[in-house]
Each structure stands twice: as structure tokens, then as C-alpha cells.
């Protein structure tokens, strides 16, 4: 049987390319698939294979000093979902493209407060309409799914976040309690530190972000619709009963399927209904969507 961990850890790293080297030669030597990023401030990383292999992974990979605490998640999925194993050394975990982050065997220095999926909801019960969630993702992904009533930056890429919440349009949030979320807690995480280095007073990340709330609540609770992931399976649901908030960039008819556009030099990504996708696979930027 297989399935999909995704983990993150901000730390230390002394020596990025040797460490890569090592979890190159033990990802591939147990048949695992996915991606992994490393960083002078930590590992980011997506795999699917067989449980036992991926508990060896696990078990090998914490025993890195480093990487003793970190939490992997488990999600349903395979190998199959990724066309390679890729290990990487780039200058940034997460590309917002902003000075080097301060780290230590905690996290991100001056980072905000963590807060547990239960936490979230008593925080929300205590403050009310105090507490403004933002979302840490770009607008592609919050399309088919996201907190109830959360502020949905108006970004396209990462590296847009740290000029949006500069943005004189949330000045009013800064005196607010923020908690940002995104899909393992990776870019809340830095985001609650830009926001906090902005002015913003208050300011918590959903620990764990998205995928360790839906483990928890699944459907009923605060979120709303299908989690958006960077693989084949482009979307995961947390029951039986997800909402379908997304709509069709053509007929907007509701789905939460995604396809990417067939002209190879775009390659854009469209939210497609079933029907639409028989008749056109082509994105209004390239101009020649027919229905």
C-alpha cells in the first residue's frame, strides 16, 4: 500500500549539498517519488511510495539533528503521483524572494504564534469578528477550497505576497488578530513574519496549516471546499460530502477540476468543468478558447 508524506523543517543547514546528496541516495535508494528542497534554512519536501519505505525514510531523515521534530504528514496518494524523485538546493524554501530568514531548531526568529486547529476555533469563539484569516496560497488554489470568509490575497505567485500585504488596503487589519494558513504551514510561516515585520500586531499560522486541520474537522468545521496540491492529483477532498466552490473559467459551472492548457508555451492551468474540457483545452490568455 502506498501513500504521501509532506513535511517541512526551518533549521540550520551548514552544508546544503551534502545533505542533498544524502537524502538523494536514501529517497531513491527506497523507490520514492516526489520533491525536496533544501536551503541554508531548512527542507521542504513532497514524497509518495510503499508505508514501509516511507517509514524508513522517515526514521532515517530524523536523524539529521536538524530534522529530529519534524511532523510528516500523511496523505492518501502514490508514487505514481510524481514523475521523478528531484532533489534540490535553491536560495529559498518557499520563493517570496525577501531577505535571508533568521532560523533556529524552533523555526523562523520572530515568526508568529502557532495555533492548533482547536485553537483556531477558540480563538475565533473568544474574538470573534477580531480574528481575520488570510490566505497564504495564491488565488488559484483558493479557489476550490478555503476558510470560510478568509481574505484571499490577490496574488498569482509567492514571491507577490510581500508587496500585496504592504498594500495600504489592509491597513486596517494591522490592529486585527491575523492567522494566516496555507496548505502544510510552510508559507504561513514566513508570511507571519513579513506581516509582523509590516506592522501587523497580532499575528498567528495555522500549525500545520490546512492538511492537519482537514485530518481533524475534515468537512465540519470552518473550511470549505477541495485542498488544491502540487502533484497528478491536482486535488484531495477530506470527505464524502466536499463542497464544490470552484467555477468553470469558461461556462462557470461549478467543478473543482483543474487542466493545463495544451499550448505547450502557456501551459497555464484552467478550472474546467467536465463538459467544457471535452471542447476546448485552451486558456483565454492564448486567445483561442471556442465553445
Known sequence: MQKIILYYKFCPINDTEAV??????????????????????????????????????????????????IEFKWSDGSSDNFPRLSVKVRPELVSFNTKKLEVNDKGI?????????????????????????????????????????????????????????????????????VVTYCTGGIRCEVLTKLMIDEGYKDVYQLD??????????????????????????????ASEHTKVIGSCNICKAKTKEYINCANKACNELILACSNCQTQTSLCFKCNLVSV
Open 20 to 69: 542533498r546528496l544524502w537524502q538523494t541516495s536514501l529517497a531513491s535508494s527506497l523507490g520514492l517519488k516526489g520533491r525536496i528542497i533544501l536551503a541554508d534554512h531548512g527542507i521542504n519536501g513532497t514524497l509518495g511510495g510503499e508505508i514501509s519505505d516511507l517509514k524508513q525514510y522517515v526514521k532515517q531523515t530524523k536523524t539529521y539533528s536538524g530534522f529530529k521534530n
Open 109 to 177: 526568529v520572530g515568526g508568529g504564534k502557532r495555533l492548533s486547529p482547536a485553537g483556531l476555533h477558540q480563538l475565533i469563539n473568544q474574538k470573534n469578528k477580531d480574528v481575520v484569516l488570510i490566505d497564504g496560497r495564491n488565488s488559484r488554489e483558493a479557489a476550490i477550497g478555503k476558510f470560510k470568509d478568509a481574505i484571499v490575497l490577490d496574488v498569482n505567485h509567492t514571491r507577490d505576497m510581500p508587496h500585496e500585504i504592504a498594500n495600504p488596503k489592509y491597513e486596517t487589519l494591522k490592529d486585527k488578530t
Open 208 to 237: 500545520g496549516g490546512i492538511v492537519r486541520y482537514l485530518d481533524t474537522y475534515k468537512d465540519d468545521g470552518l473550511w470549505e471546499g477541495s485542498l488544491f496540491v502540487f502533484d497528478d492529483r491536482m486535488s484531495i477532498d
